[in-house]
């Protein structure tokens, strides 16, 4: 099995759209899947958990518990201020 990216940004809205070409030898491209993605910068996220009348807690770079900043992941415990 063979998955091709490409990746498409717009930084006016922030948005990310990934487009899978998914093949297999004899099935070309027997599927296609779109993902789109809003960002959200590490600043931005705490000024709107600040918004929301929340605080960050912790904050790791992934599900794992990685540190904050490794990467491309937030994951955020938050609570109630």
């Known amino acids: 099995m063979t998955i091709e990216e490409t990746i498409d940004y717009d ?4 948005v990310s759209t990934a487009d899978w070409h998914w093949s297999r030898p004899g099935h ?3 599927r ?7 960002q959200v910068f590490p600043e931005e996220l705490l000024a709107l958990l600040e918004l929301a009348g929340l605080r960050l807690l ?3 770079g992934g599900f ?3 540190g904050f900043g490794h990467g491309y992941r937030q994951v955020c415990v938050v609570g109630l201020r």
């Not at 296609?32 to 809003?38: D, G, Q, S």
Request: hydrophobic content about 35%; cysteine-free; aromatic content about 10%.
């Open 32 to 38: 296609r899947t779109v993902l789109t993605m809003r």
């Open 64 to 66: 794992a518990g990685e």
């Open 28 to 30: 070309p491209e027997f």
């Open 11 to 14: 930084a006016t809205t922030q």
């Open 58 to 60: 912790k904050r790791f």
